[in-house]
């Protein structure tokens, strides 16, 4: 059940390079598309999606920062000035902001390359996701094309540890990577390509399951 009529998605994933960024900033921007009042909150040291805001300029989705002791409060803060839409990206091997993040979302994606080393990554991350019992779904990400047995093994070791799978996933797209650089999303680099669609089909299903748990 969401916490309050705005909503606030946290991004969370022990694994560097995973994708969190870069899906905060796409959900964040396609949210703001949907006239949502959307802000990211960037609780990584790295400030990348900070970072990502300085390229951007002006244009919306705002982003701030916050070390995760202050989240809470910057998310009252940001609703209080009309924010109906929070993302919170959060760093790697970040205990304390995981937590935090997860304690303050009212859903919780994983984005997960299916790889190995990535997928053992999540225990952690799924121990804290069973205990907060937030909603959360592993998002497979970077999927290489055509890697269905991969996919399908990834699916199963996140199963196996009691976490649920966004039927949406990834692909491994180079939109998702030159659209970052530049300071935008793939759906403003190339509206019509693979990534913009895979955005838009997770911003539809995440509508679709917060929905669902408002009862
Ligand atoms: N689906 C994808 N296809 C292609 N490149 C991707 C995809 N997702 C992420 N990338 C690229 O992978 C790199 C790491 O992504 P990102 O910065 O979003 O990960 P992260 O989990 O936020 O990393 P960190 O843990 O360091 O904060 C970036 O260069 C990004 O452009
Ligand atoms: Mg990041």
New binding site residues.
Partial sequence: MPKSNSITVAIV?Q?????????AVNLATRAAAAKHESCVVDT?P?A?AAAWSDWRGDFLPVVVTAPPARLGRTIESAKKNGVDFVVV?T??HADAAAREAIKAADIVLI?TRPRAFDLAALEPIADLVNYAKTPAYVVL??VPTGATKLAEDARKAARQMGLEICPVE?????D??RS??KGETASELAPDGK?AGEIDMLWKWLNKSLKKSKG
């Fill in positions: 994933s694994k560097g390079g995973s994708g969190k960024t870069t899906l990584d790295q990348t990206d760093p790697p984005p990400n970077a990834l692909g491994e797209r180079a998702f990577h970052s650089a990534a």
